[in-house]
């Protein structure tokens, strides 16, 4: 009884025909395939006639693990091939792998990542002796470009050499232990007809070695724990998502590169290239001539030539497209030249080629295809595209609220908010939305599907997911998130954790945002609709407490503002405004912190002008002589940080109390030109906390004590950047001191 091993690198045309071919010639009784055996008995859904790229997506939720995984196909995958070629010749399909949640597979997010690239001395030895730079280029040299002929057993040898004596890791062993039996008992079972076995190459070794001895009988398929949620469903897939340089784990780079290759051959696939490159270089208003074209192809023949190649490779092609179409030095190593998703700093040019190679495919599922229970719950309710305005003082607003919060915390595309309800600032009751259409809404919605059967579900698991291991930022996060989402259940697990987190706080910037966040929930009941409101409230008596003695620990010299910092004490001085006498905040021990801070000159410049403007704000017109306190406190080295953390913390008192501007015209007047142009970037920061309206105030008013007449808005609409301005300033000061040295100017 004959049985054919091919071995196979996901995605590659050349072993999707070689398999095709295979299959159609021997006609087996059994086409055993590497896929998700859990699918076995769903094959006439996998073959119903979808356009391709698809792939199936498992979900995996118990109370300790969550997973997702992805088995994508494509028309080059060899996996595919075996499927319809074992199709049209009538034989037995069947996935032989464990399924896509079980444990040997739970640090695999795509099933067809490439087990060689785990053991890869032997491809680096073989990429040295063949010249070329990664694998992918080798794998081309190798296969996809050279003649068909003894294609199989060339692929049998590179494998062969890959895996070596190589010993794996227990999650291998366990898959091809299992594979092995599903070889077995088909082998028995077939009686005189031949078998087709078709895996990754790195397998392809062992399971000729255990399909010799064993147990025959059809193996079991395994079944999920019972407080496991799991769920497996087609996708639509697309190029992009195939492609290597986006982060794709497996297979080729360039899939539509490939697609073409294997549509219409290496040579019509290389023209296809240089088209796809032109066509999307010329819509993006990049020049490229007709001479460009011919030494692009003239140079890719060149190397092609050179390299041993009948027709231009895919990196040939590339290499010839840089050198006619880049003039630039290229600081970057080229993409194609190592593996993984495409970094930083490349070429446009380069850019825009590698996207052209992706192609733009989108693979569509047949009508007929069963879907989770959420995307019919969600389609039946999103509606089409369009801006929404909701009045959230409104019950049926706020719930149409809820449905599209819950699907921006799955992150459903095309559902963005624009504008609405921040953990900061008042109460907003009008919240605004963009729907847009999207090709990846569908297949998200799929994906989300293993959180639950309807939105309210589906967010509340993705949010109890994100409290796991979170940190205090993200803990209120999420808290803030279960309010927008309406999801009372779990806001009190998270106020459990935050309670815990907030006692153990070291950085009083997150300890800052989580009051700001928490207070907000506190003040607005009526509107988040939180529920344990005393809850809340000792929350917020905690962060209050914890801030104010990590803000007197603070120490450190000069520095430039720290925005978390500063934004911390605002949260501590509006929970005293708005929850002191609920909650019982001890205002007096708040004020004795800011004092001390305000006059020790070992805290840092920002701190102090904020512990300054928290006693100023709290007190009012009672605070004890304001002017004196800002004379003290002016260094011009770091004037720009103090007022960054006066102005967060007492603006208004600032603006509206008697002489305070002036004031601050004569601190600043009085700076020296170097000082000044020193402290202008932290000036500008520290103005920036006044909205434009009260900069036009204060310009009005600085013009009219120094000129008069002109408006504020003059002053703030200069013809220059602010930046410039300055570097011009500088620029006057040396040459002037430089005349001065000379003895060309004296006055």
Partial sequence: MAVTFLGVRHHSPACARLVADTIHSVRPAYVLVEG???MNHRMDELLLGHELPIAVYTSYRDPERRHGSWTPLCDYSPEWTALTAGRDVGSELRFIDLPAWHPALAEVRNRYADAEARYSEVTRRLCRTFAVDNVDALWDHLFEIEPADGLAERLATYFDLVRGDTSTGPDDTAREAYMAQWIRAAVADAGDRPV??????FHRPALIRLAEQGDRSWPDVPQPPADAAVGSYLVPYSFRRLDAFDGYQSGMPSPGYYQHLWESGPADAARRL????????????QPVSTADLIAARTTADGIALMRGHLHPARVDVLDGLASALVSEAIEAPLPWATRGPLQVGNHPVIVEMIAALSGDRVGRLHHSTPLPPLVHAVLAVLGGPGEERLDLGKEADRERSHLLHRLRVLQIPGVVRTSGPRPAGGTELIERWALTESDDRLPALI???????????AAAAALAERITGADLDQLADVLFDTALCGIGELTGQVLDDLARAVGAAADLGSLGRTLTVVLAMWRHDDLFRTSGSTTLGTVVQAATHRALWLAEGVRGGPAPADLPRIHAVTAVRDALRHAGPSLGLDTDAALGVADRLAACQEAPPDLRGASLGLGW???GTAAADPARAMRGAFVPASAGDWLAGLFALAREEVLHTAGMLELLDELVGGMTDDDFLVALPALRQAFGFFPPRERHLIATRLIERRAGGASGWDLMRLDAAPELVAAGMAL???????????GLITS
């Fill in 36 to 38: 998700p055996a859990e």
């Fill in 196 to 201: 087709v076995v078709v895996t990754g190459g």
């Fill in 274 to 285: 240089t088209e796809a490159v032109t066509a999307r270089l010329r819509a993006r208003r």
């Fill in 447 to 457: 994906e989300a599907g293993g959180y639950g059967v309807d939105p309210q579900e």
């Fill in 617 to 619: 704000s709290l007190r």
């Fill in 732 to 742: 006057d000061e040396r040459v002037e001191a430089a005349l001065r040295r000379e």
